[in-house]
């Protein structure tokens, strides 16, 4: 059974930084294409970003891009999200997700999930 297991969440203020972890149990990690949503208060969970099972291929959604990264370290299990310039319309609770190799936007195509992380903005 894959874990997920996602840390690092917090309170930030606006403009500020803050980098989420997610470590996923196994040793078919590296098998994985790993994702990044987020789910607001009253609103659907939304794609963030995702990385394939290599970390050739790295994916943003539009909210995000210049401003969030993904990166993944295969022997550590580990993929993490850095965040900067972060704005009051980030807060959300933060999952990451896995799926075999190719990374999508579409979170039903995503088999596995973490519990997720807050991650609050304050103005």
């Known amino acids: 059974q894959v874990q997920l297991v996602e840390s690092g969440g917090g309170l930030v203020q606006a403009g500020g930084s803050l980098r989420v972890s997610c470590v996923v149990s196994?040793?078919?990690?590296?098998?994985?294409?790993m994702g990044w949503f987020r789910q607001a208060p009253g609103k659907e969970r939304e794609f963030v970003a995702a990385?394939?099972?290599?970390?050739?291929?790295?994916y943003y959604a539009d909210s995000v891009k210049g401003r969030f990264t993904i990166s993944r370290d295969n022997p550590k299990n580990t993929v993490y999200l850095q965040m900067n310039s972060l704005k009051p319309e980030d807060t959300a609770v933060y999952y990451c997700?896995?799926?075999?190799?190719?990374?999508?936007?579409?979170?039903?195509?995503?088999?596995?999930w973490g519990q997720g992380t807050q991650v609050t903005v304050s103005s």
């Open positions: 997700a896995a799926r075999p190799f190719i990374a999508t936007q579409g979170r039903h195509d995503y088999d596995y």
């Open positions: 196994g040793r078919t990690f590296r098998t994985y294409a």
């Open positions: 990385i394939n099972w290599s970390g050739a291929s790295t």
